[in-house]
């Protein structure tokens, strides 16, 4: 008898996890950045090669998937991995503070915990999304995908301004008691939100064998449905990410804002992400149901709004001054998010009903472990080519304005060609819900 579907409890508690996720990983890429560039006077790439390592570590995401996939069980790998970003947050907290007195020790144990950071966020990450996308029915996997992502923001935010205030007036001896503190509150909110979750999860079937782990991806790599999805998921996320280091630069140096304006800028650009994601959910859950080409239709429209608001930045760029600067930026973050979480419940779709494989065990974590294998590296990828642009273009340029706006329209393109791999997929978007749209080879 199969497990019955998530309540919207269940789909709460889950959400507790994404929570507890990005509470530990917005400690560890924006406030540990900060104390090692302002407070110790390190370079800037040091912080920027330790984020870009816990993205290259998640390329582990296909085989922590793939582990669960075969035990028949994912709360062991979410609370291990959970547990191993709780100590990698806490382990990057006091590399920094070590930094502080001996520099190349500080910055050796650094790269140690970053390295558990992605290994953490990878194991537990990619089986949350598994275990939400097979056990939540399939009307509600829009909204599931939003309250999940909703969750997160709001973990980010609240962490933020909490560990902001208690880290005043800042210390290292207070540096370490709040990563300890978010640490603790982290692995409790997963065990909340983990805990009972697969009690009423039927008995592992009796199969064939599993074929090894490098096979087992070779099969999901060879279904042309999963491989275009996941080159969809990889150039859109290297779209989505492409801005994200240079719009506060672009602010400060075109339209002359303040560091606290540029910040003021990036609240609006998550403010509109958080009403697009809130948007697209309610919507899906109203009108999206039964609809094959809803999911379709917005994550190529979200894609197409995106770079029609990338190239009004582009425009912006040009004119300076007078620029409806804070519109444009809301523009981007509503599209973007409108994009985000029709993608994640098209992939939670795909990942729950593409059928088994032919030994008979389920392929639900290898899926969501390619796809954020392929998001990682997007995004990893994306800031630092997108920072890199706007380097190289200012640099042939005296003019800073036309080189922002060159990086804005590339990412514009990106977005269109993301928008095109959308609509080419449109069988497997179209198909999320219906199941035998989504039979390799028809």
């Known amino acids: 008898m ?40 390190l ?14 570590v998640q390329l582990s995401r296909p085989r922590w998937g793939y582990g669960a996939d075969r035990g028949g069980r994912r709360t062991p790998w979410i609370i291990g991995g959970m547990a191993l970003l709780a100590s990698g947050g806490l382990g990057a907290a006091g590399a920094t503070v070590l930094m502080g007195s001996m520099t190349g020790a500080g910055i050796a144990a650094a790269v140690l915990a970053f390295i558990a950071i992605g290994l953490g966020v990878g194991m537990a990450g990619t089986n949350l999304l598994a275990l939400l996308a097979t056990r939540t029915a399939p009307a509600r996997r829009p909204a599931a995908a939003t309250l999940a992502w909703l969750m997160m923001i709001a973990g980010i935010a609240v962490t933020a301004g909490v560990a902001g205030q208690l880290l005043d007036p800042f210390g290292p001896a207070r540096l370490l008691a709040v990563a300890a503190g978010i640490g603790v509150v982290a692995m409790a909110l997963a065990l909340f939100g983990t805990w009972g979750m697969e009690r009423e999860a039927p008995a ?35 779209a989505y990410s492409a801005q994200d280091l240079i ?9 002359r804002f303040t560091p606290g304006e540029s ?45 029609g608001a990338l190239c009004l930045l582009a425009l912006g760029a040009v004119h300076g001054p007078g620029w409806p600067l804070s519109l444009n930026v809301f523009f981007l973050g509503v599209s973007n998010g409108a994009f985000a ?57 005296t003019d800073a304005g036309p080189a922002y706006g060159a990086v804005f329209a590339a990412e514009a393109v990106l977005f269109l060609v993301s928008a095109l791999l959308a609509a080419c997929a449109g069988r497997q978007l179209a198909g999320a819900g219906h199941p035998r749209a989504l039979v390799p080879g028809e």
């Open 2 to 41: 199969a497990a019955r579907h998530l309540s919207w409890l269940g789909i709460f508690r889950l959400g507790c996890v994404q929570l507890a996720l990005g509470a530990v990983v917005v400690l560890t890429t924006s406030t540990l950045n900060r104390v090692m560039v302002v407070e110790l006077a």
């Open 263 to 307: 910040t003021a800028l990036a609240g609006t650009q998550h403010g509109g992400v958080f009403l697009g994601m809130l948007l697209t959910g309610a919507v899906a859950s109203l009108w999206g149901k039964g609809r094959p080409g809803f999911l379709r239709a917005w994550s190529t429209g979200g894609c197409v709004a995106s770079a």
């Open 247 to 255: 719009l506060e630069p672009f602010s400060g140096h075109v339209f």
């Open 341 to 397: 979480v029709a993608a994640i419940s098209a992939m939670m779709a795909l990942a729950a009903e593409g059928g088994p494989a032919a030994d008979g065990s389920g392929r639900e974590g290898t899926r969501i472990g390619l796809w954020g294998a392929a998001q990682a590296i997007g995004f990893g990828l994306g800031g630092f080519l997108g920072a890199l642009a706007a380097d190289i273009a200012r640099a042939v340029s």
């Open 204 to 238: 592992p079937v009796e199969t064939r064998e599993p074929p090894a782990f490098m096979k087992a991806l070779r099969e999901v790599w060879a279904d042309g449905q999963a491989r275009r999805f996941t080159v969809f998921v990889f150039v859109s996320m290297l």
């Open 43 to 56: 370079p800037a790439m040091l912080p920027g090669a330790l984020v870009a390592l816990h993205y290259a």
